[in-house]
Every structure is written in structure tokens, then in C-alpha cells.
């Protein structure tokens, strides 16, 4: 089924806004990083943009890849091919088939009743 990856209005793709929200939070945290600290390195002017793009109501520029890339230490390439799958999973599809996305739903081991999270595995 052809879906249209940019109209919001979407429940598949706000759910996948929400998906690619929650990973980039995760990664922000892992950098230690406030909201406002990853707004100052990204040049978003306001640190609310931050939120809206970590609760999937927004969306990472795509000519500002790289610098969110950057901030948040990961290589632009590896950073773009991570969150392509929650912003256009048909391009992902297309360009890489059946590869796994580098950011995978994994049950975190230490709780066994704790919630399933997102584990960032790096691609080498």
C-alpha cells in the first residue's frame, strides 16, 4: 500500500514520527544533552522545535542532517541511514531492502518488566 511518508495527518506515519521522536531523544540523552543544549548546536532557534521533533509533531530538516549528525556524535551518513526509516521507510525499503535499520526495538534486559525501548545499534 503506497502511503504518503510526509502528510502528518497519517496514523502510520505519526506513528513512525513518534518512533523516530523517541530515538532521537534517546540519542540526545546519551550525549547528555538538555533540549535547549541540542537547540543551540542544531541552530533551531527555539528549543520547543526540539520537543515537537522528539514527540513525533515534527521532523528532523533535511539539509540539517548533518549538523544534527554532529551534535549528536554520530556520522552524518550512519545518523541519515538511522532515521530515514521513521521519515520515508519507502526510500529506506528501496535503497537498502530487507537491512535491518540500525535502530531496533530490543527489550532491555536489566528489568524484565520494564517496557521495550529503542537500542541504537551501530552499523560499521
Known amino acids: ?19 523516530g521522536g523517541r530515538l532521537l531523544k534517546r540519542l540526545r540523552e546519551a550525549r547528555g544533552l538538555s533540549q535547549r543544549e541540542l537547540c ?44 530515514l526509516p521513521y521519515y520515508d521507510p519507502e526510500t529506506f525499503a528501496v535503497l537498502f531492502g530487507d537491512e535491518v535499520p540500525t535502530a531496533q526495538v530490543a527489550q532491555t534486559s536489566a528489568d524484565p518488566t520494564s517496557k521495550p525501548g529503542l537500542r541504537v545499534v551501530e552499523s560499521r
Open 1 to 19: 500500500m503506497f502511503t504518503n511518508t510526509q502528510r502528518l495527518s497519517n496514523p502510520e506515519v505519526q506513528e513512525l514520527r513518534r518512533e
Open 40 to 83: 543551540q548546536l542544531v541552530g533551531a532557534g527555539v528549543y520547543t522545535f526540539i520537543s515537537q521533533i522528539e514527540t513525533g509533531r515534527g521532523r528532523v530538516p533535511p539539509e540539517k542532517l548533518r549538523v544534527w549528525a554532529e551534535a549528536l556524535g554520530l556520522p552524518p551518513a550512519d545518523f541519515a541511514k538511522m532515521i
